[in-house]
């Protein structure tokens, strides 16, 4: 099986249409759900499952210069100018390496209020759930009250203080069994199972160099 980098879905299901859950977290989304409507929220999804085919394309988009990448200050990246290497660094900072997002695992999705905004308006910026943001009230709610649900907030604090990465306050993981995955995947246990499919990842060579410290500033976690 490979279900730590998006290549096997055969432990998902489909919970609406083209939003597979893993089958062990399936109904933890339901009861969420159905406790942010009980407070007002109509809690949808915007992003769940990823293979591994479709952040590969997002990774070479963005690697070959056909798709933007931004700095943390939002100011567009000349990739033409760096590195392989400087190029993968501008990329994590917003996009996972391909066969290490949480998305490929069913547990982790990404939500809004649809309520408040539409799936055509919503940019998952963080402005969309802080202040007067669109889903503000729903990022207040889930802040108090995912911890008793099980979800949790990896792309926050404290989680996401050891990574070099944004912070994504739409982005909630079913922990029981996010948690188990995510131990599991190192850098050995990513290169075992994409041994087949490395020649479709841009840069690989400079990944594969550099794969322990890549790992450590934009990968590991045990949320
Ligand atoms: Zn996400």
Redesign the pocket.
Known sequence: MKRLTGLDNQALFELYPNHWIHENSQAAVILLQQQAAKAGFDLRLA?SYRSFAQQCKIWNEKFNGNRPVYDPHGRPVVMSKLNELEKIKAICYYSAIPGTSR?HWGT?I?VYDAAKITRQDLQLIPEEYQANGPCSALFDWMIKTLPTLEFSFPYLPPYSDTLKIAN?P??ISHKPVASALAKQLTPTTWLSELNDVTAQIAGFNTLKVNLDSLFCDYVQQTV
């Open positions: 992003s998305h982790d990404d994504e739409w982005h």
